[in-house]
């Protein structure tokens, strides 16, 4: 069964901090993809990656980066130099065969002045 | 340009009234089409998807239906709202590259049942 976990509920930063949100994820499937959102106050969900399952190279996107980990079924979300902007809400998501795709509960991320 | 719209923005129903919402999108063809819902402070919840026209698959058991009359319309309904309907409801569809599909969201409506 399909299955994301962000045990991170809520995470607490004082700006430039740098902070890494976790996902685990449970699929049988060998080819699939793996996501992030981000959920701003306004409330639409903004995608930021997406990564296929056989391709395991990690990501940078500016303060942004991404290591996604087969091994440990783990794919996580570091932002460096945090900024106030980057406050909300993220979520990690799955999809594999089905036409499903499955998110994480969220992590709420406040960065503090 | 492939895009997604989604309306009401936002609206207030009493218990026991009907609803509808509506999702479209642009510059595509036969993309599968999701309803999600999320209420307050809480995830998103999968409620429907389709992958064609008059081709609904539901997750949860509930009073909402969904409909696709057109390849590009995806219509989440109400026949009698309860309390418990209130919450952030989300369109989403699929974009197909070469590289694989992405799922991107349309602007979400929130709804209140009062």
């Known amino acids: 069964a399909q299955k994301v976990t962000q045990a991170q509920t809520e995470i607490s930063v004082v700006e430039k901090e740098d902070v890494t949100l976790d996902c685990v994820y449970e699929t049988r499937d060998t080819t699939y993809y793996l996501f992030w959102y981000k959920q701003p106050p306004s409330g639409e969900l903004v995608f930021l990656i997406r990564r296929n399952s056989f391709d395991e190279q990690n990501e940078i996107s500016g303060r942004y980066s991404w290591n996604f980990q087969k091994s440990t079924s783990s794919f996580n979300f570091t932002i460096t130099a945090s900024q106030v902007v980057d406050s909300a809400v993220y979520f990690c998501a799955l999809k594999d065969s089905s036409y499903k795709l499955i998110f994480g509960s969220g992590t709420r991320l406040l960065v503090r002045p | 340009s492939q895009t997604i719209h989604q309306w009401p923005a936002t609206l207030v129903q009493p218990v026991g009234s009907p609803l509808s919402l509506e999702c479209t999108v642009e510059g595509t063809s036969n993309p599968n089409l999701y309803w999600y819902r999320q209420a307050a402070g809480r995830g998103l919840q999968l409620l429907f998807y389709?992958?064609?026209?008059?081709?609904i698959s539901s997750e949860v058991p509930q009073n909402l239906s969904a409909s696709r009359p057109q390849d590009r319309q995806f219509i989440l309904s109400s026949k009698k709202l309860l309390l418990s309907d209130s919450g952030f409801y989300l369109c989403?569809?699929?974009?197909?590259?070469?590289?694989?599909?992405?799922?991107?969201f349309g602007e979400g409506s929130w709804l209140t049942v009062v």
């Open positions: 389709s992958v064609g026209i008059g081709q």
């Open positions: 989403a569809w699929n974009v197909r590259t070469r590289s694989g599909n992405t799922i991107y």
